[in-house]
């Protein structure tokens, strides 16, 4: 599809079900060109900004790697590199790097930061996430959900934990846009906001899919294809995770849960880091607390690691379409 040249991706609400289908087939098929050795360099000359406010692995070493692959020189700036906020408005700082830089990435805490950095840099702007989206983990899901499940109509996707954090926001939007049955189980005081859920219910209604939330568990999982987690506190609210553990731990993805859903083939993600059996800083070893168990997160039914492999092809799928057209 040659109509996403100049688009930003703030979340996935600015793609419509048909181009969110030819980005993933653009992935797919540029992960077999590099499989295969060869690519064709496509952004060859383009300069793309990388605008950090929080740490990551995934999502930098996937927009460096992905530009790279594609001939473009990527610039990582780190919230101590720029003045971005402090001396120098976003607006100014979105409008001086538009003319330096052919796309931005932001990755930090405010939604409205990528917003503003959007409205005035005058080239595309990618949010590699903020506090209320995290659109670049979502199309890397879906593409590993294709990948492992074919296609994407209908499939049952139980999200386990947190269900008002960034990847669950995006993983609403994204499965209800592509016809999926989407379950949010979480507690009550974690359920995502009402307005969301309302706007992804649209969204499934036209595309067939539907949407359910739930604090039952049992009713959540039953039949699902996917149980996907994410830590029990999201960056910037570790302070919270004592109250997290006792509010989550019934959520916990451990074989029983996994059962729950009735299919022995249900297949687990998470968009990592992940807590597995792991130390914490609260209180050493606590295999019991941390939101996957050993045994799911190493089991046959884990696909994380292709989860984060994926967010480099879709990654670069999206630069492709965005900056030059093509897909």
């Known amino acids: 599809m040659y109509g996403m040249k100049g688009k930003n991706l703030l979340t996935l609400k600015d793609f419509s079900a048909e181009e969110i289908e030819s980005l993933l087939r653009s992935a797919i098929d540029l992960k077999e060109e590099k499989a295969s050795g060869r690519w064709r360099r496509r952004l060859e000359g383009k300069n793309i900004a990388l605008i950090f406010e ?3 692995t995934r999502t930098r070493c996937a927009f460096v790697v992905a530009a790279v692959d594609e001939g473009a020189h990527p610039e990582y700036l780190g919230k101590g590199d720029i003045q971005l906020g402090k001396k120098e408005t976003i607006k100014d700082t979105a409008r001086v790097l538009g003319r330096l830089f052919d796309g931005i990435q932001f990755r930090g805490f405010k939604h409205e930061t990528v917003e503003e950095l959007a ?3 005058g080239v595309p702007v990618w949010n590699g996430l903020t506090d209320r989206f995290h659109p670049t983990q979502a199309l890397a899901d879906l593409m590993t959900v294709r990948e492992k499940k074919g296609d994407l109509r209908g499939v049952g996707l139980a999200y386990v934990g947190d269900g008002r954090n960034n990847v669950a926001n995006s993983l609403l939007l994204a499965s209800a846009l592509m016809g999926m049955d989407i379950r949010i189980v979480a507690p009550e005081p974690l359920f995502p906001d009402p307005v969301l859920v309302d ?8 595309r067939g899919g539907t949407i359910t939330v739930t604090a ?4 959540g999982v039953r039949g699902a294809q996917v149980i996907y987690t994410d830590v029990w506190a999201s960056m910037g609210e570790e302070k919270e995770l004592r109250d997290r553990i006792s509010l989550l731990k019934p959520y916990r993805i451990d074989g029983k849960m996994m059962e729950k859903s009735g ?6 993600m998470h968009c990592l880091p992940c807590f597995h059996n792991t130390e914490t800083e609260i209180s050493g070893k606590t295999p019991e607390i941390c939101e996957a168990a050993e045994e ?3 089991s046959p039914n884990s696909v994380v690691f292709d989860q984060a492999e994926n967010r480099m092809h879709t990654i670069k799928a999206v630069m492709v379409a965005t900056l030059v057209g093509e897909s």
Not at 199 to 204: F, K, P, V, Y
Not at 263 to 268: A, L, N, R, S, Y
């Open 216 to 219: 039952d568990p049992d009713r």
């Open 119 to 121: 409205k005035y840099a």
């Open 54 to 56: 929080k740490p990551s």
């Open 263 to 268: 299919d022995p083939k249900t297949i687990f």
């Open 199 to 206: 706007e992804a219910g649209r969204l499934g209604r036209e």
């Open 296 to 298: 799911v997160f190493e």
